[in-house]
């Protein structure tokens, strides 16, 4: 792993244990332009939007240019942009990710009679009944009966 930094250019560039490659550089207008290999770049824009810090990305992937847009967060004093979606619906949308279900659901899996599954079947074990629903990435809120 090494790392260049031109501060007079603005340039930095980060050779990972990997072989890749990224490289960054600050434009005069405090944007950025990143490269890396084998991902498509990007400029980013930072901007303040009532109180709290954006940045939007600007990619091209095979000729077309599209948006990302990122919230910036501080933690433990390093700043890091998260993804943030251009639309949230209401909280009866999400309801279903958050509150248990009344009753078990019973759900037979379709795959059960194809060739593949009498040798690869059991690592495709799905539980026959389910509680409730995933709750975030904990698999713990499933039990098999």
């Known amino acids: 792993m090494s790392d260049v930094h031109d501060v007079r250019r603005g340039?930095?560039?980060?050779?990972?244990?990997?072989?890749?490659?990224?490289?960054?550089v600050e434009r005069p207008d405090h944007s950025r332009?990143?490269?890396?290999?084998g991902r498509p770049?990007?400029?980013?824009?930072?901007?303040?939007?009532?109180g709290h810090d954006f940045a939007r990305r600007t990619y091209v992937y095979h000729g077309h240019t599209y948006d990302h847009f990122y919230h910036g967060y501080s933690?433990?004093?390093?700043?890091?942009?998260?993804?943030?979606?251009?639309?949230?619906?209401?909280?009866?949308?999400?309801?279903?990710?958050?509150?248990?279900?009344?009753?078990?659901?019973?759900y037979r899996w379709g795959w059960f009679g194809d060739p593949w599954y009498?040798?690869?079947?059991?690592?495709?074990?799905?539980?026959?009944?389910?509680?409730?629903p995933l709750s975030g990435s904990r698999i713990t809120s499933f039990r098999r009966i």
């Open 118 to 132: 009498g040798r690869y079947g059991y690592f495709f074990q799905p539980y026959s009944v389910y509680l409730r």
């Open 41 to 50: 770049g990007f400029v980013q824009h930072s901007y303040n939007f009532h």
């Open 75 to 106: 933690y433990h004093g390093i700043n890091i942009n998260v993804y943030a979606p251009s639309r949230y619906w209401g909280r009866a949308y999400y309801g279903w990710a958050y509150n248990p279900w009344i009753t078990p659901i019973h």
């Open 11 to 24: 340039i930095d560039v980060h050779q990972g244990l990997n072989g890749g490659r990224r490289v960054m």
């Open 33 to 37: 332009f990143v490269s890396q290999r």
